[in-house]
């Protein structure tokens, strides 16, 4: 290993997934190859200021993180600048980002992947100035999401007891304008994402031509609800009806709505907007995955 300092970044909050068991791990690991180790645990406040204080005092050379797709998310916002890989240990309740990745569930096999040496250069997308890694939608799933962090009920139990009163509430179709570097489109639409992966945390493969290094990211227009096609993503089927889904490839976009959304980013809920500008920073973070991708 071509590292010194390790620093682990733990959302204590994060899921059902115990930390302390996670953390003894890492560290019984870097003890045995006499690897210096730091841990940070997040308290939503100051966190990628703090992260980005303890990599600093520290000179940190492997960064660590242990949570969902939101703490994934932060980590990756403090350390996009500093040339530095990022090592996933899924924690949250959902865990997308490591799915697209197949990461294992097995700890010691997360541990390998994370301190290893296979990596991943990956895009990174920018959604009026915050980054996005995996997906972010418009509509009928951030209200989902919405409503799943006012719950207490938490993991994927949680998300299925908050899809009905979602659906019963919810205003869709919502009316959107795309313009890409090839033209405007207009669309209707219950759910618009924005890909630069395949899968959602739920498996759910909506953007089987997602690749997440190609310089170029997703918008998938969901043009309703089908029971039978959403089976199918669940299934990584990949010949999706177009009359359930449009995809648009681009590298730059701005979307509009006519009437605020909801929109979330990596499975974090941001509040309703009218307007997204959309950016690519191409292979921006660098990420251990393993060795099998």
Known sequence: MNFKEVLLVVNPIAGHTDKKKIIS???EYLEKSKINFHLYSTTGENDRENIKARI???EIDRVLVAGGDGTINLVADAIKDLNLTLGILPAGSANGL???FNIPEELDMQ???ALGSN????DVLC?????CLHLSDLGINAELIK???SSAIRGKFGYLIQSIPTLMQSEYPFDFTIETEK?????????LGIANAKKYGTGANVNPQGVPNDGVFEILIFKKLSLGEILKTLRNETDLDPDFVETIPAKQAKVFSKKPVAFQIDGEYIGKVTEIDIKILPEKLRIAIPESI
């Open 25 to 27: 791990g890492i560290q």
């Open 111 to 113: 541990i390998n992947a």
């Open 183 to 191: 033209g405007k489109t207009n669309a209707q639409a219950v759910l």
């Open 119 to 122: 990596f991943i250069d990956l």
């Open 98 to 100: 490591a799915k697209n």
């Open 127 to 131: 959604l009026n100035n915050i980054i």
């Open 56 to 58: 600093q005092d520290h």
């Open 147 to 149: 409503n799943y962090d």
